[in-house]
């Protein structure tokens, strides 16, 4: 299949999927014109990449976790240093989110003062 029906059938953009292939995470074959053809098989490879994006990891990151991924539609890692380096980002999420939520509760109290100075 072409870039368009690959886009089309995975709901990413094009140019995402030609960003993707620079960074190694896609491999086509090209054509003498030139032309990407993607396999069947890609159609799953974009939707893990997707899925590894949406929970924070960064190119770099994925290219090294997608050869430790099941081909499932949600992907499940097979290689154990996979899993802990994953623990690892989960890990440093948890502490965004609390240092966040500390964040959040001071600028509550210090809106709470403001409204009761007024």
């Known amino acids: 299949m072409r870039i368009g029906e690959l886009s089309r059938r995975t709901g990413v953009s094009e140019r995402a999927l030609r960003y993707y292939e620079e960074q190694g995470l896609l491999h086509p074959e090209r054509r003498p014109s030139g032309y990407r053809v993607y396999r069947d098989a ?11 994006l949406a929970a924070g990891l960064g190119i770099a990151q994925i290219a090294q976790a997608l050869p430790c991924l099941t081909d499932d539609d949600l992907p499940a890692p097979t290689c154990p240093e996979l899993v ?24 509550d109290t210090i809106i709470g003062a403001d409204r009761r100075a007024g």
């Open 42 to 52: 890609d159609v799953p490879q974009v939707r893990r990449i997707r899925v590894l």
């Open 84 to 107: 802990a380096e994953l623990v690892k980002h989960r890990d440093r999420i948890g502490e965004a989110i609390d240092e966040l939520e500390t964040t959040r509760a001071n600028l």
